[in-house]
């Protein structure tokens, strides 16, 4: 007869009042068995990380642990789609974990929560991890008030890819660094390429690429101390005048990214020669092209309105970032110097194609030679942050339907720009109260 | 006058109450009355870390989402689907009871098995197949259509069907649940009033008529009033199939208060827009109620 059941004929025999207390001690001492296992020092670290880069890190901080054996590291693996969702809910619900990787641009909605810890004693003291070790630009993104609350753990921008063959048809060896040559180039491929092509393909649905275009004609995006709306100010109505000057002359078809059934196919038959996009592009340009067109296609720095200096892209990727609530700062630490380490950067690089945020890294052959990364580092000493409001998720969500009522003609830019404007001083109203009751940037 | 005996009574029934009612009331009402309160408030992604930044703002939120253009797009939206979706869904529920209760029916349990599969199947896996099913070159819904003549429809990227194709997932995904129940009150109708009706010589259809439907009238209201609370309430379908495009054409009120209260974090803006819903659920199921009365 089975232990559970001789238990349970003992118990059916004894008063109730016996037996029920004789169940809840048997359960106390099963309970007490399964936890409390683990021995003395053995700290348990758990991280958070989205997608790709979650399966690939669970490798990584297998040597980690051998080189810290008292530490044992829990990778949780969130999708992205879901993940500024889980972090909010798990601040709110107190149940963070101890580090975790953060998109760049959420860095600074979660210091505003005081949910991360600034960091820069800890970098002071650091080995690892230093300042001039990393891109201006992207380091910049993780500085809220003076204060340093991520490390860079990989980073991302974007550049423009082109057909560099049907470039040379029209007459041009490289693309001109400043927008009126770029546009004159675009003409002379429509020229040379005839009707029922484009020179360029910027999805509507695709709202990064005019954030840069305002970024690279010096607007803020946002004015007063972030607290209102600056897209209808001049620079931003200059840039999406460029832009939708393209549209108006047929240069780049209005359409969203899904309305093409294969970007790769289109981009190979020549129905467009340009495309801004990001890192991730280049391994799927090297699976998705045919093997006749690998030496057919580059990557080149962004242009810009006055020349190559204020070709500006966005500075994105994401950084490593420790809670406030985590109970094992320290070894949470350590595990963020790991992953800083360049060799640690070059193996994740590897197995992701994620660009390495520590600049050592950069100098190895593997990316050293790769010449359609140099469009890429050299984009990334010229980035610029977005606005580091914690709305600013929810304004270009607005951006982006203004985008697609502008391109596709449902209203002319000026007003959609202005009804922009106050649909993001409207979002801004509780930042702006904040900043006028603290008399200052101070929130 | 009441005696001892009555009144150790009613102690003994609260007291068996009681604990439900703790429940209830501490995991329902309480929640509901802080949402209520939250509603009057502008607490936000700030308020959630310093809770002393909430301001109490009156009725302002409930203000600002009866004047949000947004706001009336997701209700319109939501009763296109309550209107359209819900008869549809009560129909069918109907006609697969009475194929399943069907006097001539073979393996009703088998049939009954296979209706209610689609109920308990994962809304996602489901939402997967019937992208497929409506993609615009390769769906197998389009390629009936072709056999018929008619051309490719882009069924979920046109603003002008994607609200229907959630429609038909929908009411192919939960038919079975009111099926159950329609089978059920079928079966509490006596044998002998179809048997007194065919003696008096009804054809089918007014047997159906005169017979059937009055005697589902308790489960058609009941079917009617959850189906509409249910349908009011829309959320998964949009929110896998379509995230509420496209050009907002599916976004449904609780889809729209998902987004102000989990993405933007704005609490207090959310729950207004869940107290507007309520009231107007509750005028919905009033007015059923009344056409019910009203019948008998």
């Not at chain 2, 907002?248 to 933007?264: D, K, P």
Request: glycine share 10%; net charge positive.
């Amino acid at each position: 007869m089975s232990v559970t059941a001789r238990a349970a004929r003992i118990a059916a025999r004894l008063r109730p009042g016996a037996a029920l207390a004789g169940v809840l001690l048997a359960g106390v001492l099963l309970l007490a068995g399964c936890g409390g296992g683990r021995g003395g020092g053995r700290t348990t670290l758990r991280f958070w990380a989205m997608g790709r880069e979650g399966e690939v890190v669970q490798e990584l901080v297998r040597d980690f642990e051998r080189e810290n054996p008292d530490i044992e590291v829990v990778v949780q693996q969130i999708p992205w789609g879901a993940a500024h969702e889980k972090l909010l809910t798990a601040h709110v619900g107190r149940s963070t974990p101890d580090a975790a990787q953060l998109g760049n641009t959420w860095v600074a909605e979660f210091a505003a929560l005081r949910a991360i810890a600034p960091l820069d004693e800890r970098i002071a003291a650091s080995r690892v991890v230093a300042r001039d070790g990393h891109f201006p630009g992207i380091w910049d993104t993780n500085v809220v008030d003076g204060e340093v609350y991520g490390v860079p753990w990989y980073v991302d921008t974007r550049v423009l890819f082109y057909r560099r063959d049907l470039l040379a048809k029209a007459g041009y060896d490289s693309i001109p660094g400043d927008w009126d040559g770029w546009r004159r180039a675009m003409e002379a491929v429509v020229r040379a390429q005839g009707p029922g092509r484009f020179a360029i393909f910027l999805p509507t649905n695709e709202y990064t690429p005019w954030i840069v275009f305002g970024l690279q004609a010096g607007s803020g995006l946002l004015r007063d101390g972030d607290t209102r709306g600056d897209f209808s100010g001049p620079a931003y109505r200059r840039a999406a005048g460029f832009f939708l000057d393209i549209f108006g002359h047929d240069l780049a078809p209005a359409v969203p990214g899904s309305s093409i059934a294969n970007l790769y196919q289109e981009f190979e038959r020549g129905t467009f020669s340009m495309y801004i996009s990001g890192p991730w592009n280049l391994g799927e340009f090297r699976r998705r092209l045919s093997p006749g067109m690998q030496g057919a296609w580059a990557t080149a720095p962004l242009p810009g309105p006055r020349g190559p200096a204020s070709g500006v892209s966005t500075a994105g990727g994401s950084s490593l970032v420790l809670f406030r609530a985590s109970r094992h700062p320290e070894a949470a630490w350590k595990l963020v110097e790991f992953l800083s380490r360049p060799e640690q950067q070059l193996r994740f690089y590897a197995l992701t194609g994620d660009l390495p945020a520590a600049r050592a890294a950069w100098r190895d052959t593997a990316l050293a030679n790769d010449r359609n990364l140099r469009a890429f580092e050299t984009q990334l000493g010229r980035v610029v942050s977005t606005p580091k409001v914690p709305e600013w998720e929810n304004i270009s969500i607005k951006l982006q339907f203004a985008v697609e009522a502008m391109v596709l003609g449902h209203a002319p830019a000026d007003s959609t720009l202005a009804g922009l404007d106050r649909d993001v001083d409207r979002i801004l109203e509780k930042r702006r109260w904040l900043v006028a009751r603290e008399g200052g940037a101070r929130r | 006058m009441k005696s001892a005996g009555e009144g150790r009574q009613h102690r003994a029934g609260w007291a068996f109450v009681a604990p439900a009612l703790t429940l209830i009331g501490v995991f329902f009402f309480l929640p509901v009355l802080a949402g209520l309160v939250l509603s009057f408030t502008d607490f936000d992604i700030y308020a959630i870390g310093r809770p002393d930044v909430a301001r109490f703002v009156g009725v302002r939120n409930y203000a600002q989402v009866l004047t949000n253009p947004l706001f009336w797009q997701a209700l319109f939206n939501t009763f296109y689907f309550v209107i359209v979706g819900g008869p549809l869904s009560v129909l069918a529920s109907l006609v697969a009871a009475m194929l399943v209760s069907a006097r001539l029916a073979r393996f009703p349990g088998l049939f009954r098995s296979i209706f209610f599969m689609p109920v308990v199947t994962t809304l996602v896996a489901v939402a997967i197949v019937w992208r497929y099913l409506y993609h615009p070159q390769y769906g197998l819904l389009n390629w009936a259509l072709g056999l018929a003549g008619i051309g490719p429809v882009d069924w979920l990227g046109n603003p002008h069907t994607a609200m229907l194709g959630i429609i038909l997932m929908a009411v192919w995904k939960n038919f079975g649940y009111n099926m159950l129940i329609f089978v059920a009150g079928l079966q509490s109708i006596p044998e002998e009033l179809y048997e007194a009706a065919a003696l008096d010589g009804a054809s089918p259809w007014q047997r159906f008529v005169h017979v059937t439907l009055p005697g589902l009238a308790p489960t058609f209201l009941f079917v009617g009033v959850m189906t509409m609370l249910g349908n009011f309430q829309l959320f998964s379908e949009p929110y896998v199939m379509t995230q509420g495009g496209p050009l907002r054409a599916t976004t449904t009120v609780v889809l729209l208060m998902y987004e102000e209260g989990f993405r933007w974090w704005r609490m207090g803006m959310a729950a207004a827009i869940a107290f507007v819903l309520f009231v107007i659920m509750l005028g919905g199921t009033l007015l059923q109620m009344r056409l019910a009365r009203e019948r008998r």
